[in-house]
């Protein structure tokens, strides 16, 4: 069913954070690129960031940056999504996915097409 599994979804207040976990179940993290991804209800999914598998590279969408923070801890094989400054507009399902780069790829892309694997998301609930 997934490959991925999402954790530390919730409800919490406007100008709050919450830090969301991304893990896989059966491989090694590290040798992946991985990609967060949202979706509002009634909305197309939309993508948020996304981390290299070196972790040296990182790329948000507008609408979060400076407020959202990606990072890899490959000790742990887990990586996370840290949100801060919540806003109610930031209520969605969140999802973690993966691609394996090239060889001659040092980056990362946001795009979701580029995903081969997928989580089944985790609600993320910004409300008073």
């Known amino acids: 069913q997934s490959d991925l599994v999402e954790s530390g979804g919730g409800l919490v207040q406007p100008g709050g954070s919450l830090r969301l976990s991304c893990a896989a179940s059966e491989f090694t993290l590290d040798g992946y690129v991985i990609g967060w991804f949202r979706q509002a209800p009634g909305k197309e999914r939309e993508g948020v960031g996304c981390?290299?598998?070196?972790?040296?590279?990182?790329e948000y969408v507008d609408s979060v940056k400076g407020r959202f923070t990606i990072s890899r801890d490959n000790a742990k094989n887990t990586v996370y999504l840290r949100m801060d400054s919540l806003k109610p507009e930031d209520t969605a399902d969140y999802y973690c996915?993966?691609?394996?780069?090239?060889?001659?790829?040092?980056?990362?892309?946001?795009?979701?097409?580029?995903?081969?694997?997928w989580g089944q998301g985790t609600q993320v609930t910004v409300s008073s």
């Open positions: 981390i290299n598998r070196q972790g040296d590279w990182i």
């Open positions: 996915a993966a691609y394996r780069p090239s060889s001659l790829s040092s980056r990362c892309v946001i795009s979701d097409h580029r995903y081969d694997w």
